[in-house]
């Protein structure tokens, strides 16, 4: 097990360095100035000393490894040093740098982060306490009325888009009955009960509405998973020898059937990270979504290409844990 | 199967839709997705209020008999809106279905069918799916937009870029089916027999591997339509797809967003167009795949 963690971890790091590569390469080769943006009034020589001031003048490949310092190197041995007080090296190595507001990148990405994980991590393990319950009750009694119910409300969830449920919540909560705040706002601190109870209420919608998408995706899995367990022989044998049904159902079926729910569950995270892109935008979360938008209009090409790649990380990452997770929950899977 | 003897001479298109007919909401979905189309593709000529005449006396109307659906902040007819913009979203929902799943078939029958080209396909096809999307999407439509409009005008610009995106980015579930089922047919018999008997690839291919693997393409080809729907509404909605002068579904809802204090009817509309429209194409994919179960028969 160790040994193959170790194999598939060196492994994804040419992976990895082929996606950055990609990406890098997929924003570099676009028709685009980043310049562009700037006000026309710029005379063209000073417009070419801001493009030799961003490092345009060089060519790709260099600009690419140049990027791979900052971001391998450099940035990882400032968290380093913060983290321990040490000094490694020289203290003014050059920074991953966001070309409109000029503060580093990885900065600004601590900024938002807090935010988006709170939303999104709240919602999705919210949307699982919510879709394990249902899946199992609906495979429990396969076609019975529950069943299709649970059926048709997942299929709505995974039909809507969530830029519509969120407005439609808006509408009706913070527009017409005025309960609820419909922006999310992102300096409010929590002082006593009544803050946090304004901090509660600021974020039952943003959380719902992803909780309902992800609700519905995973409660799916989770039907699928256990009809497949219930029919097994195992079960019977279980019957048989005289278990009691809730017993049967809730230790021998459940933990069974949530060997493959749990990998799906691991591998939705980058998925639901990139979702919130979506609610961020209608809520006016200023999360890494609201960043990586605001960035993409502005041409802001460090910070888009650093998130970018943070979120292919992100599915790398939970690819392996998924596939680490399967071989740990189910023993007659082996990894040599 | 109790209906099976009436049904057992019949041909397997009947067949199939005949227990299509059976799973009410996907023959529902179905009827609704007709509906939809025809409106959108011949309301216009019906319903002849031009969708960007703008009447600044009749603005943020509701809903009366001249505007069924209100008007937006321009005294533009919202319904006319709709019927232009769905058939905008429609047509790039089909496009970028069609071309992610001829991407996807060629690349996983090649896969299966050329043993030395299986190993790099398939890592191509895990690289695209560690992508993160939805950031790639965006960056590439902020990147490419503005060069595109002056090659090819403003809205066939858009048009084309939105499509060739979305399809670019959506062919590898495909890909990964039609492998599948590719390497599981070619070992069976009938596949042998028509090798012994001196068939080439080319008709191998034509003849007996893609007439059995169009069942699971069908399936995801529904499944393909519903999501290309849905990004290019979401990247609408984000202000990254369709200009607001050449609006679909998702960029009229991301309009309505800013007035829906005032005219809530503006988002709701095209909301509902939207998700009605994807959760019948979902409910067909799932009554195909029923219906196209050859297991189906056996119980």
Redesign the interface.
């Known amino acids: 097990m160790f040994n193959y963690t170790l194999r598939r971890l060196i492994f994804a790091v040419p992976?990895l360095v082929?996606?950055s590569f990609?990406?890098f390469v997929?924003?570099d080769f676009?028709?685009?100035d980043p310049t562009g943006n700037l006000p026309l009034t710029i005379p063209a020589e000073v417009r070419e000393k801001i493009r030799l001031g961003l490092g345009l003048d060089e060519p790709t490949h260099i600009r690419y490894l140049l990027w791979c310092k900052q971001f391998f190197i450099n940035e990882p041995l400032n968290v380093f040093e913060q983290l321990t007080g040490w000094s490694v090296g020289d203290p003014d190595r050059l920074r991953l740098r966001s070309w409109s507001t000029h503060s580093p990148v990885v900065d600004l990405i601590a900024e938002r982060l807090p935010q988006t994980l709170w939303v999104v991590g709240l919602s999705y393990i919210l949307g699982i306490c919510i879709a394990i319950p249902i899946g199992v009750m609906s495979a429990y009694r396969q076609f019975g009325w529950f069943d299709q119910i649970g059926t048709f409300i997942a299929?709505?969830g995974?039909?809507?888009?969530t830029?519509?449920t969120g407005?439609?919540m808006?509408?009706v909560f913070s527009?017409?009955l005025d309960w609820l705040p419909s922006i999310y706002d992102t300096t409010h601190e929590i002082t006593g009960w009544s803050s946090f109870a304004f901090q509660i209420k600021q974020m039952i919608m943003p959380v719902c509405v992803l909780a309902l998408y992800n609700a519905a995706q995973i409660s799916r899995y989770m039907r699928a998973s256990m009809v497949d367990n219930l029919s097994q022989d195992y079960v019977r044998t279980a019957r048989a020898k005289g278990v009691g049904e809730r017993r049967v159902v809730m230790v021998h079926v459940l933990r069974n059937a949530l060997i493959p729910v749990v990998t799906v569950i691991a591998m939705g995270v980058?998925q639901v990270f990139?979702?919130a892109?979506?609610t961020e935008?209608?809520f006016r979360v200023n999360g890494l979504g609201q960043l990586?938008?605001s960035g993409?209009?502005s041409?802001d090409i460090p910070l888009?290409q650093t998130?970018?790649f943070l979120?292919?990380v992100?599915?790398?990452l939970f690819?392996l844990i998924a596939d680490l997770l399967y071989g740990l929950l189910d023993p007659r899977i082996r990894y040599a | 199967m109790r209906k099976a003897s009436p049904l057992a001479h019949r041909s397997r298109p009947h067949h199939v839709w005949a227990r299509f007919r059976r799973h009410k909401m996907a023959y529902l979905g179905l009827w609704f997705l007709l509906l939809v189309t025809i409106l959108t593709l011949l309301g216009p000529m019906i319903w002849t209020l031009d969708p960007t005449t703008l009447d600044i006396a009749a603005k943020h109307q509701g809903p009366s008999l001249r505007h069924p659906m209100g008007t937006d902040q321009l005294g533009r007819d919202l319904f006319a809106a709709m019927m232009i913009g769905g058939r905008t979203s429609l047509m790039v929902g089909f496009m970028a279905m069609f071309l992610s799943l001829v991407l996807g078939t060629c690349v996983g029958m090649i896969a299966a069918v050329f043993k030395p080209l299986d190993g790099p396909l398939m890592r191509l096809t895990d690289l695209f799916l560690a992508l993160p999307m939805l950031p790639l999407l965006l960056v590439v439509i902020m990147l490419w937009r503005d060069s595109l409009r002056t090659a090819f005008g403003p809205e066939s610009g858009v048009f084309i870029l939105v499509v060739c995106v979305i399809s670019i980015t959506s062919w590898m579930q495909t890909a990964r089916i039609v492998r599948g089922e590719v390497l599981a047919l070619k070992e069976r018999e009938f596949i042998l027999a028509a090798i012994s008997l001196g068939a080439g690839p080319r008709h191998l291919i034509w003849q007996h591997i893609l007439p059995n693997v169009l069942s699971p393409i069908f399936v995801s080809a529904t499944l393909g339509f519903a999501s290309a729907i849905l990004t290019e509404s979401a990247l609408s909605f984000l202000g990254l797809g369709f200009p607001s002068d050449f609006p679909t579904w998702g960029r009229l809802l991301f309009d309505g967003t800013n007035y829906m204090t005032l005219t809530p009817a503006r988002v709701i509309w095209p909301g509902l167009a939207l998700s009605l429209t994807v959760l019948s194409v979902n409910y067909i994919g799932d009554g195909l795949r029923d219906a196209m179960d050859p297991r189906a028969d056996t119980q």
């Open positions: 992976v082929l996606i990609v990406i997929l924003i676009a028709p685009n299929m709505v995974f039909s809507v888009p830029f519509f407005v439609l808006v509408v527009v017409q980058p990139g979702g892109i979506i935008q209608v990586l938008i993409i209009q041409a888009v998130l970018t979120f292919a992100l599915i790398v690819n």
